[in-house]
């Protein structure tokens, strides 16, 4: 069995720098992250969710989006129905993007939530409605808070994580 924080340490990813990292790049540190860190994800978690070509789609679908977003000028002369077809078309890409991501958010949330369950016998809590808003983001942050939720799962339920594993209680006895 190998030690929780293993994932935490290996990834050394700060939640807060991930989100002023995303800011300082206008977005693109999340697609470079994802691009380096899910192999570890997947073999530390030994549940191999998604590759290279996945990530490569989001990196596409974003590229694309922004440089049509670029090239719409403002016409000062009236209606310009290519203008409005490049946003449009820069608006489904960046709406791809965002699904492509939760839809990886979700992917690595079921990884995580199978490792934890698996290795240390736990059920690790993750929102839906936050992995839908935060996806990656909220990924990272529950890694990184993976200890914590297993010490506080060992406090409430003890060290033994099995009912099976309980000394059963033989009823009393009447005198």
């Not at 998604?50 to 922004?66: H, P, Q």
């Not at 799962?153 to 059963?168: A, C, L, T």
Request: hydrophobic residues 45%.
């Amino acid at each position: 069995m190998s030690d929780i924080s293993d994932l935490k340490q290996r990834l050394d990813t700060k939640t807060l720098n991930f989100v002023l990292l995303t800011m300082v790049t206008c977005g693109v540190w999340p697609i470079v992250w994802l691009f380096k860190k899910q192999n570890i994800i997947s073999e530390v978690t030994k549940y191999p969710f998604s590759n290279e070509l996945f990530v490569l789609w989001i990196a596409i679908c974003f590229g694309m989006s922004r440089q049509l977003a670029s090239m719409v000028s403002p016409d000062i002369y009236g209606y310009d129905p290519t203008n409005d077809t490049l946003l449009a078309l820069s608006g489904i890409l960046s709406l791809a993007s965002v699904v492509l991501y939760v839809v990886w958010a979700f992917k690595a949330r079921t990884a995580l939530r199978h490792y934890a369950l698996m290795e240390f016998k736990f059920d690790l809590k993750m929102n839906v409605f936050y992995t839908i808003v935060f996806n990656v983001y909220y990924i990272t942050y529950c890694i990184n808070a993976m200890p914590d939720a297993l010490a506080k799962h060992k406090i409430i339920y003890g060290s033994s994580s099995f009912v099976g594993d309980q000394p059963k209680q033989t009823p009393p006895t009447q005198q």
